[in-house]
């Protein structure tokens, strides 16, 4: 299974504050051509290039970080998720400095963003990974799984000891619209509580109210919420973020439970060294078929 390779039809910009730096940046989204992937340029440290995969994963606390050679674009997972929900293949995403805005803690400002800028085919196709084994990741009492399916599924349950959020699970069907109307507005959220405890381990100095739902031990502080179910749909986009570190577009049915980034990270690992496996293995039977081609 195959899709079009896409890239964006001209420049377009967005400006803010980082959610755990706390410094402003400006991101801006270039068209790049087919196979070129979808790239971070530090337009600040001379155009270094760092490339939305798995292999440039430096950090998972809180968000995800990718990097090369002690340089680092954080908190990439909300704009790579809005990326991914555009078939996005190709583009070239320029930041002055070392983390994407969050903006209001949701991918819809991006999705904007991208419209803006609108999408348009490259003229080239990309293989669509589907794995033809069950691949499940563990760590304690969080889980996450994928099963061979034609398209992607995400199913997603969380379970907080918190009278605001308890128990929510979401099934999203993989789609731009679907994604525009029910996962891309849900917003980030954090606790009061830990506040103190991530800006002294250097997070969190850009959150606020204005940024991401927060919450006390009674409930939400800055109400109303978007959705009843806001928290579990933010961990779908979240997961749709990470997964686009695969680098190519993926089918299958993936159930989670209570996962986060460490856990999407270990995942998206697995489904890799399993893709590759799966590569080999179908290389030398379509070997030995050239050969009986040419003989026939
Ligand atoms: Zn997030």
């Given at each position: 299974?195959?899709?079009?390779?896409?890239?964006?039809?001209?420049?377009?910009?967005?400006?803010?504050?980082?959610?755990?730096?706390?410094?402003?940046?400006?991101?801006?989204?270039?068209?790049?051509?087919?196979?070129?992937?979808?790239?971070?340029?530090?337009?600040?440290?001379?155009?270094?290039?760092?490339p939305?995969?798995?292999?440039?994963?430096t950090?998972?606390?809180?968000?995800?970080?990718?990097?090369?050679?002690?340089?680092?674009?954080?908190?990439?997972?909300?704009?790579?998720?809005?990326?991914?929900?555009?078939?996005i293949?190709?583009?070239?995403?320029?930041?002055?400095?070392?983390?994407?805005?969050i903006?209001?803690?949701?991918?819809?400002?991006?999705?904007?963003?991208?419209?803006?800028?609108?999408?348009?085919d490259?003229?080239?196709?990309?293989?669509?990974?589907?794995?033809r084994?069950?691949?499940?990741?563990?760590h304690?009492?969080?889980?996450?799984?994928?099963t061979?399916?034609?398209?992607?599924?995400?199913?997603?349950?969380?379970?907080?000891?918190?009278?605001s959020?308890?128990?929510q699970?979401?099934?999203?069907d993989?789609?731009?619209?679907?994604?525009?109307?029910?996962?891309?507005?849900?917003?980030?959220?954090?606790?009061?509580?830990?506040?103190?405890?991530?800006?002294?381990?250097?997070?969190?100095r850009?959150g606020?109210?204005?940024?991401?739902?927060?919450?006390?031990?009674?409930?939400?502080?800055?109400?109303p919420?978007?959705f009843?179910?806001?928290?579990?749909?933010?961990?779908?986009?979240?997961?749709?973020?990470d997964?686009?570190l695969i680098?190519?577009?993926?089918?299958?049915?993936?159930?989670?439970?209570?996962?986060?980034?460490?856990?999407?990270?270990?995942?998206v690992?697995?489904?890799?060294q399993?893709?590759?496996?799966?590569?080999?293995?179908?290389?030398?039977?379509?070997?030995?078929?050239s050969?009986?081609q040419?003989f026939?």
């Amino acid at each position: 299974m195959f899709v079009q390779r896409r890239t964006i039809n001209t420049d377009v910009s967005i400006t803010g504050i980082g959610l755990h730096s706390g410094i402003y940046t400006t991101v801006e989204l270039h068209p790049a051509p087919a196979g070129s992937g979808i790239t971070f340029v530090r337009a600040d440290l001379k155009g270094l290039r760092i490339p939305a995969l798995q292999a440039s994963t430096t950090a998972l606390d809180y968000a995800t970080t990718v990097g090369k050679d002690d340089v680092q674009v954080g908190t990439v997972e909300h704009l790579l998720s809005a990326i991914m929900a555009c078939g996005i293949t190709d583009v070239d995403i320029h930041i002055d400095g070392p983390e994407v805005p969050i903006i209001d803690g949701s991918a819809l400002p991006f999705m904007h963003l991208i419209d803006a800028a609108g999408v348009r085919d490259l003229g080239s196709e990309i293989p669509v990974l589907r794995l033809r084994e069950p691949i499940e990741v563990t760590h304690g009492d969080k889980s996450i799984r994928i099963t061979p399916a034609n398209r992607l599924i995400i199913k997603y349950r969380i379970d907080f000891d918190h009278p605001s959020i308890g128990r929510q699970s979401a099934h999203f069907d993989f789609g731009h619209d679907n994604f525009l109307r029910k996962i891309a507005p849900a917003r980030t959220f954090g606790f009061m509580r830990d506040v103190e405890k991530m800006r002294a381990a250097g997070l969190a100095r850009g959150g606020s109210v204005e940024n991401a739902v927060v919450l006390d031990d009674r409930g939400v502080v800055n109400g109303p919420l978007r959705f009843r179910d806001e928290f579990v749909r933010h961990k779908v986009l979240d997961l749709i973020g990470d997964l686009a570190l695969i680098g190519r577009p993926i089918a299958g049915e993936i159930t989670a439970h209570r996962a986060g980034h460490a856990l999407h990270s270990r995942f998206v690992e697995q489904i890799l060294q399993a893709a590759a496996a799966q590569e080999a293995e179908a290389e030398a039977p379509l070997g030995q078929r050239s050969i009986q081609q040419q003989f026939a």
